[in-house]
């Protein structure tokens, strides 16, 4: 059987370039894997390197207790106050607009399931107004270009979403919106009326000027790229409502239980994580392209970027052990169906080894527009459906039917097929924690700890080195070329 369900998806491994009972017998996890899903479940002290619980999977458990009790207590009312027009800004108007200030998992997973699941916001039913969400991540302001001219500060409220509460580009960010909101109004007037702090450091938030009653603190054990389910998911809930960031919840945890219970041979995350590992170390192949072929996960391979590459990117073991094998690959990908009119042609032509990941929605529903519209839009999905088979199989059996080496196409590429019938929350909360249940068996076969980030952390210690020499005038101390361009950027300035 080439079709494995669960949690309201479907795993083809029919282009993978093993049966699966023969991966089963190549590719073995650990004797302790199971202890390890089930510490997973339970949310123990995994992130042994931070000394840290993994409590993903609490997070969104149905029913919570004690402080997560609280603090969703406290997100549903803040989500209901913003979109039922009970909070009012500084100047005593009803709230517009949110802006969630954050980078990393404090703005990949909210943004991607802000994007995905618009459509399914039913909170006018409840007489609640859908609120415009913007994401403002990047260090260089890059977005608050566009932001800032657009928002009424009269009428928005910033999220700050940080699980540190200490993250550079973050308070970049946030300081120039606070430069900006002076012309409006006083700072305290901003902080009390139009500011959130979610984090995982109250402190700091209380440092920072935001009042209590604003700030939704959450679990230190919930890693930055696992932090949809908390409260760093405020964006999502605000855009599409609570009920579809309920939903959202409900399919992840048909995923884990799903991951918990199935066997092995009908475990999606499992087979994920052991298909990946042949396919690096078996085949030899270091990369993954991810491919959705729905428009609303056009954001997916960025957000998985994250979760996988900086949870297994490593090369020493959870014990501190020198690694001398490969370890998790390089994520890629893009939207399949314009992915096709740009990096496609490498991928049937080039020489390049690579797997990749298909993620098919086979039907949309288009409420709300005519018969005429839904029919066009109908045949639209399927055209992208088409398209995905076909490029599926292209990049599996190539064709090499001819003399022609411009019409040789060697194929040969192994690939997962991920369907869901519809993308709804449900189906949507279940793929990501999939991807979350792959990268965990994947961490636990390379023995890794998948909860720390040592590679991200000495980068940012270099930067403020650089940054220190780039506001002084002494000589830089780096390289050659580093130090030049320091004097440069210095004259820039
Ligand atoms: O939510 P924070 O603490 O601002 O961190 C943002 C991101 O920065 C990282 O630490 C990497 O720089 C990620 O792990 C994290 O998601």
């Known amino acids: 059987m080439t079709q494995i369900n669960g949690a309201g998806l479907t795993l083809d491994v029919a282009f993978q370039n093993e049966s699966v009972d023969d991966l089963l017998n190549t590719i073995k996890l650990p004797d302790d894997f199971k202890s390890f899903r089930e510490q997973l479940m ?12 993994v409590v993903h999977c609490l997070e969104r458990a149905a029913s919570v207790e004690g402080e997560r009790a609280a603090g969703r207590e406290k997100f549903n009312n803040m989500v209901h106050q913003l979109r039922g027009g009970e909070w009012l800004g500084a100047t005593g108007k009803r709230i517009t607009a949110v802006v969630n200030v954050g980078v990393g998992g404090s703005d990949l997973g909210p943004n991607m399931g802000a994007f995905a699941l618009k459509e399914f916001d039913d909170g006018h039913l409840e007489g609640e107004h859908a609120l415009d969400v913007h994401f403002v991540s990047s260090m260089d302001g890059g977005q608050l270009y566009a932001v800032l001219p657009i928002i009424d500060p009269e009428t928005t409220v910033f999220i700050v979403a940080s699980k540190s509460f200490g993250t550079i580009d973050t308070f970049a960010n946030i300081d120039t919106v606070r430069a900006w909101v002076k012309q409006h109004f006083s700072e305290q007037d901003w902080l009390e009326h139009h500011v959130i702090g979610v984090s995982s450091n109250q402190q700091k938030m209380l440092d920072y000027g935001i009042p209590l009653p604003h700030q939704l603190p959450f679990d230190e054990g919930v890693g930055g790229r696992f932090s949809l389910w908390s409260p760093i998911g405020l964006s999502i809930a605000l855009s599409c409502g609570l009920h579809t960031f309920e939903r959202m ?32 170390e078996q085949l030899g192949i270091n990369n993954l392209a991810v491919l959705p072929y729905d428009g609303r996960l056009r954001m997916l391979p960025n957000y998985l970027q994250q979760l996988d590459m900086e949870s297994n990117g490593k090369q020493a073991t959870a014990d501190n052990r020198a690694i001398d094998y490969a370890t998790g690959p390089i994520i890629w990908g893009g939207f399949g169906p314009n992915g096709q009119h740009a990096f496609f042609q490498h991928l049937h032509q080039g020489f390049d080894p690579f797997a ?32 995905c088979l076909a490029h599926r199989q292209l990049m599996k059996f190539g064709d090499t039917n001819t003399e022609s080496p411009r019409d040789h196409y060697p194929g040969g590429h192994p690939s997962n097929l991920l369907m869901m019938q519809q993308l709804t929350p449900e ?43 780039l506001n002084s005038n002494d000589a830089p101390q780096f390289d050659a070329s580093t130090n030049d361009i320091i004097k440069k950027a210095r004259n820039g300035h």
């Open 356 to 387: 990749a990941d298909f993620v098919l929605v086979l039907e949309r529903d288009a409420p709300g527009f005519s018969h005429q519209v839904a029919d066009k839009l109908a045949e639209q999905q399927q055209l992208s459906v088409a398209n």
């Open 249 to 280: 919840l409900a399919g992840a945890r048909a995923m884990d239980e799903h991951f918990a219970t199935a066997p092995d041979h009908e475990n999606i995350p499992v087979l994920m994580a052991l298909f990946g590992v042949y396919n690096r």
């Open 427 to 469: 189906t949507f909360g279940a793929l990501i924690a999939a991807y979350e249940h792959k990268v965990f068996t994947q961490g636990i076969y390379w023995q890794l700890n998948s909860f720390d980030q040592p590679g991200v952390e000495k980068g940012k210690k270099c930067a403020i080195d650089i940054l220190a020499a």
């Open 42 to 53: 339970q949310g123990t002290y995994l992130n042994q390197t931070e000394q840290r619980q």
